[in-house]
Each structure stands twice: as C-alpha cells, then as structure tokens.
C-alpha cells in the first residue's frame, strides 16, 4: 500500500526534479498527480515512463490525498498551502514561507529526522534553504563530536537557484560575449553574470547582510543548534547547477582533521573526495545528478586553537530542494504515516 502524492508546481525546475527522484528512489505510490496554475496548464511532465498532465492548481480539491510536495513561490504556498493541509494531506513546502514559523519543523532528514513529529500543529513541514541544507548535513556529525562555536561561510550558488530564466540568462550572456551584436542586458540579476561573480543573492536588510545570508543564519540555529554563531557571504556565480561553500568551522573542543574525516565519511548522505593532488576534490559540475553531499579539502585551521576549513559541494536542484522534500517524504512515512 502506498501513497497518494501530489506534486505542486511540477513544470519548474525543482517540480520536475521531485518526479524524477520519487521515481528513481521508489517512493510507495498508488496515486500520483500534477498541479500547475493556469498559465502552465496542461502541460505534460515525466514521471519515469510515464507522462502527466498538469492540473489546475486553483480548482484542486486536496481531499484524500496523502502528501503534498509544493515547488512553487511563496506567494502561492500562502494561498495554497494551509487550503492543502486543511484536508488533511501533509504539505511539505520548498519556499521560504513557513521556515522560521515556531509551529512549523524545518528538516533535513540526515541531522533532525525527529523533527518531522511536530508537523501535526499546521500539517505542514519546511525545507531548508538550498544554500543552508547543504552545509547542516556536514555540520551535525561534527557538531555531535566537538560542539562547533562559530560558522564562517561563503557561498558559490549556481543560477539554478533562481529558477529557468536565470539559466537562459547565464546561456544568452555566454553567447553574447563571442557574437558581436548580440549582447545581453541583466534583467534576472542586476550585474552580468557571465563571466562574473554578484556578491548579491536575494535583497538587501538594513544590518547590510542579505536575506540569503541571514536565511542561512537562522535556519542553522533553528535546525542544529541556535547557539551556534555563524556568518555568511552568498555570491552567486557563472555555473549552471551546483552550489559550493568554503566553510571555515571553531569548536568548543579540538578535532583533529583526519577524525573529522572519517566522521564524515560515516555521516549520511556525505561523499569524502579528499586527496590533496591536481583534480583530488570535486567541483560543481562533478555533483549533478547526484544524491550527495560532497566534502573536500578537510585542513586544520591553525589561526584559532579549534578550527576546521572544508569544501562543500552538492546539486542544489536535488539536496538544496527536491531530493531534500522527498527525503521528508520518506521520514514522515517511516516515522508517521506506515504506509508502503
């Protein structure tokens, strides 16, 4: 016996990576449809061999179904969202709406699984930020072992992260540099992104971070521990798919490098490529398609008595959103639900 699932936005780049994972890890499924808003539908997606046609987001009636996976903005999560959880069907929402919400748990399934028990006040359950979910899976076995004290991050986030126009502008610019004539303005970003680097992801708060980086910030504190003190810097960068952080790590207690790597290469969802050679490390366009959570270049910091540097890498369309919502999916079922 499976689930019946509805996936919610199934024509932007996260929806139809959630098809494609629900399928490729054999989530239990009876019943399985596609809802789109107006514009969208009737457009057709696949499901493994599968084709599905989209629904009317405006019209469904979310009665009987199981689980609700939403991909769209946080305009229509607010909408949709509590209409969804008020059958009865679990949402869980990848916009940034219900993330800081006390009644709502913001999970990643390989640090607070537990987490998903208190989705019964809102029947609702967040997913992280792409940028955030990345680097709590290579923060908590740490954590676990030597109490980190301070995160110092900066980001490398791919234009995936904004969505099919911000490819087609990345694509448009690339050209428009070698053909004469056929420049491209930003209007995705407020810089050209070809060929260039925008220390500039989301807008600007009055404490001169931006909401990128205070999101990382707070969910952190709200997923692993909220005395743990971090900083940010998002910039976001000429690559297609594929988030990348250097994260500079103070403990409480020492940790020495090569037990902070085999704790790593323990800890779920995590892949250790560390050689220090030409090529021993992996870099974004290594990551595609792939489930985990890649770590590299494992050092010890010698500037602070207990520090740590490292270098993450993951597919932020699958961990940063889609493969983390299924992955909600699953817990719920194996610790709730009890279906498949």
Not at 160 to 184: F, H, M, R
Not at 202 to 228: N, Y
Not at 271 to 279: F, L, P, S
Request: proline residues 5%.
């Amino acid at each position: 016996m499976g689930y019946k699932v509805v996936v919610v936005g199934a024509t932007g780049n996260v929806g139809r990576e959630m098809l494609n994972i629900l399928d490729e890890r054999q989530f239990p499924i009876d019943e399985i449809t596609v809802l789109a808003s107006r514009k969208s539908l009737g457009t057709e997606v696949s499901f493994g061999e599968k084709t599905l046609t989209t629904l009317d987001l405006d019209t469904f009636d979310f009665t009987g179904w199981d689980i609700a996976l939403f991909a769209v903005g946080s305009d229509a999560t607010k909408k949709y969202a509590p209409k969804a959880a008020a059958t009865g069907c679990v949402v869980i929402d990848n916009s940034s709406l219900y993330r800081y919400d006390p009644d709502v748990p913001l999970v990643v399934p390989e640090v607070n699984p537990e987490a998903v028990l208190g989705y019964s006040k809102k029947n609702i359950i967040a997913n992280p930020n792409c940028s955030t979910a990345q680097m709590v899976v290579a923060l908590k076995p740490l954590h676990d072992r030597a109490r980190i004290k301070r995160v110092v991050v900066s980001t490398y986030q791919s234009v995936s992260g904004s969505g099919k126009d911000a490819i087609d502008e990345l694509w448009n610019q690339t050209k428009g540099v070698y053909v004469p004539g056929q420049e491209v303005a930003p209007s995705v970003y407020p810089k050209q992104i070809a060929f260039n680097v925008i220390p500039h992801i989301d807008v600007f708060l009055d404490s001169g971070e931006t909401k990128e980086e205070w999101k990382m910030v707070a969910e952190t504190k709200k997923i692993i521990d909220p005395s743990i003190k971090v900083t940010a810097t998002c910039v976001r960068v000429p690559v297609f798919v594929g988030h990348s952080e250097s994260i500079n790590i103070e403990f409480e207690d020492f940790l020495d490098e090569e037990e902070a790597r085999e704790i790593l290469r323990e800890a779920p969802g995590i892949m250790v490529i560390d050689k220090r050679e030409d090529g021993g490390y992996v870099t974004p366009v290594e990551c595609v398609g792939d489930f985990a959570t890649f770590i590299s270049r494992i050092r010890q910091d010698s500037t602070i008595d207990n520090g740590l540097n490292l270098w993450c890498v993951s597919d932020n369309l699958r961990k940063g959103a889609a493969l983390n919502a299924v992955q909600i999916a699953e817990t719920l079922g194996a610790r709730v639900l009890k279906k498949g």
